[in-house]
């Protein structure tokens, strides 16, 4: 049984250019959620993607947006990069069920030069 | 607000010993969720052990064990016969009311032989 995946595992990327990163909820699931975790931090909530609609967002400006397909994968867009945008982004599935059960994957670490 | 505090940036133990990881919170909701993560330095968050706010038990979960204090709002976890596949980072979250984690900061913990 997968568990949940994230690509790439490392992004470096020119202040300016936009990223998208990728997660593949584990088997099962159908809800994903993003966290941007600086170094030294705790995860701060991104937002969380169910029925391929964004149902809640946490305190991020538009430049980070995301998309869930039909088959529950979600991306995680951020445009118009910064320095401060260097973070390690972590993906976290779960059943809309079971909600508090989120199973994390290993997070793709973004540097932002 | 609702916040999650640990007081603990860091912390040693001897290999074997018992270690108590502090964590509080703060919340209006009645109904939230008590969560502790490990963070190994490859990043990835692995699930330890939940405390649902109705609960009347401490959670338990192998060597793990939640002191949940529900007056006092706090959410300590024990860790007992500390090994040092231990040594991480550690993070208590809280779960609320639009399902949403709330992170601490995280202790790192150091376990040594």
């Known amino acids: 049984d997968a568990g949940v995946t994230q690509s790439p595992t490392h992004l470096i990327k020119t202040r300016g250019q936009q990223v998208t990163l990728r997660c593949s909820p584990k088997s099962g699931h159908d809800t994903v959620s993003w966290y941007q975790q600086a170094l030294g931090q705790g995860p701060q909530f991104i937002f969380q993607?169910?029925?391929?609609?964004?149902?809640q967002r946490g305190n991020f400006p538009d430049r980070f947006s995301g998309h869930q397909f039909p088959n529950y994968s979600s991306e995680l867009n951020v445009n118009a990069l910064l320095l401060g945008d260097s973070a390690l982004y972590l993906c976290?599935?779960?059943?809309?069920?079971?909600?508090?059960?989120?199973?994390f994957g290993p997070g793709t670490r973004l540097t932002v030069t | 607000a609702q916040k999650i505090t640990q007081t603990q940036p860091g912390m040693f133990v001897q290999e074997k010993e018992a270690v108590t990881l502090d964590c509080t919170y703060d919340t209006s909701d009645p109904s939230y969720g008590l969560f502790w993560y490990k963070q190994p330095s490859s990043g990835e968050m692995i699930f330890l052990i939940y405390?649902?706010?109705?609960d009347q038990q401490n959670a338990t979960e192998g060597r793990y064990s939640l002191n949940f204090q529900k007056a006092r709002k706090s959410a300590n976890l024990v860790i007992s016969a500390s090994q040092l596949g231990d040594s991480a980072m550690y993070f208590c979250a809280m779960r609320n009311s639009n399902y949403q984690l709330i992170w601490g900061a995280g202790t790192k913990l150091i376990i040594k032989p």
């Open positions: 993607y169910y029925e391929e609609e964004e149902r």
């Open positions: 405390q649902g706010s109705y």
């Open positions: 976290a599935s779960s059943s809309v069920i079971g909600l508090w059960e989120q199973y």
